[in-house]
């Protein structure tokens, strides 16, 4: 009888465990795509754009259209990052895009743009970025003379831009409310300092891998000199919600 009995305690035991791990499941694909709508990236950089997020299972589908190619990566790679995601399938389109523009001087700009979006030491709003035949034009307003130099620093370092004239002003900086770094979510920083250095030449060809932890990052990987691992830190440490970076990279 003990037997018996024993043997219909784990039949049972293995029918709700079965039962439960759909439910399991289901909560985990709810919850990682409200974590993709509710983060950061998504709320702000993202949110002109029609994307439809699809998990099952841990394996995520977007699907829609974004107005930048930097969009579509940027949801990748910001989805990629949430916790309970086991795959990654990016489906996003571009509205209008041509592979005439990709390497014109409207592409530049916007890559520019983008770029110094991503940096929270240099004013993305106050910047007006032109180009021609790959020579960019930065004006507008500076907080100081260190940010207008800064910001020609990220400018010329974008991979295809040829040189930088920045006709900025330097001006007193005004009184304005600090956004709370703090509050940008882990997913939101790794795809944001992602991004950073893909889109910066000097460290575009780095093999990086990035990881946040409640605002910290550890990036990992290899650097081919000891310039290349301090830069990717000085980009990413000036990433929006980024506290400190952990470069463990190893040198070629």
């Known amino acids: ?59 995520v589908t977007l699907t829609g259209t974004v107005s930048e190619e930097s969009h579509k990566t940027l949801a990748g790679e910001t989805v990629s990052g949430l916790s309970g995601v086991k795959k990654l399938d990016n489906r996003l389109e571009v509205k209008g895009q041509s592979l005439a523009a990709t390497n014109s001087d409207a592409w530049l700009i916007t890559k520019v743009k983008t770029s110094l979006m991503f940096h929270r030491s240099v004013s993305a709003t106050a910047t007006e970025v032109d180009a021609k035949d790959g020579i960019v034009t930065l004006r507008g307003t500076a907080a100081s003379q260190a940010q207008k130099d800064l910001t020609t620093e990220y400018a010329k370092d974008v991979d295809g831009v040829k040189d930088v004239k920045n006709e900025m002003v330097a001006s007193k900086p005004s009184k304005k409310i600090q956004a709370a770094h703090d509050k940008i979510d882990d997913a939101s920083i790794t795809g944001l300092a992602k991004m950073t250095l893909l889109y910066h030449r000097s460290t575009s060809a780095l093999n990086t891998s990035v990881t946040t932890r409640n605002g910290v990052v550890t ?14 830190t000085k980009y990413v440490n000036d990433v929006n919600g980024v506290k400190s970076v952990k470069n463990q990279m190893t040198i070629e």
């Open 219 to 232: 990036l990992t990987g290899k650097a081919k000199n000891a310039a290349e691992k301090d830069l990717a």
């Open 1 to 59: 009888m003990k037997t018996k009995y024993s043997l219909a305690l784990m039949v049972a035991a293995v029918v709700l465990l079965a039962l439960s791990l759909p439910v399991q499941a289901s909560k985990t694909d709810d919850q990682i795509v409200s974590s993709a709508k509710n983060s950061y990236v998504f709320k702000n950089h993202l949110k002109n754009d029609d994307i439809k997020i699809q998990s099952k299972d841990g394996s």
